[in-house]
Nanobody, 119 residues
């Protein structure tokens, strides 16, 4: 079992910045591949950024050059630095990981943190 707890969401003006954090339980955090997703009202949940255990990162086209995903394995924490925020970035942001137990994958999600960007 993995527990994920996000924080850092807030109300911010367009052009501003926020840093989201996700603290994970478990003693093997350094082995986890981790993602940030977001879901806006009436829209599907979408992948924002992903970071592998080996340090490879990928980003949605809509956030490239503005967002940065990183991790601190000693603190078991995943981060999402969000700069030049736009109203379209408003959503609930979720931390996610998938773990393989035997032959079965299990998905773990945090409770989400609300980001609201005002124009």
């Amino acid at each position: 079992q993995v527990q994920l707890v996000e924080s850092g969401g807030d109300l911010v003006q367009a052009g501003g910045s926020l840093r989201l954090s996700c603290v994970a339980s478990g003693s093997h955090f350094y082995l986890y591949d981790l993602d940030w997703y977001r879901q806006a009202p009436g829209k599907q949940r979408e992948l924002v950024a992903a970071l592998s255990s080996g340090g490879t990162s990928v980003y949605a086209d809509s956030v490239k050059g503005r967002f940065s995903i990183s991790r601190d394995n000693d603190q078991s924490t995943l981060y999402l630095q969000m700069n030049s925020l736009e109203p379209e970035d408003s959503a609930v942001y979720y931390c996610h990981t998938a773990q393989l137990y035997g032959s079965r994958w299990s998905d773990y999600w945090g409770q989400g943190t609300q980001v609201t960007v005002s124009s």
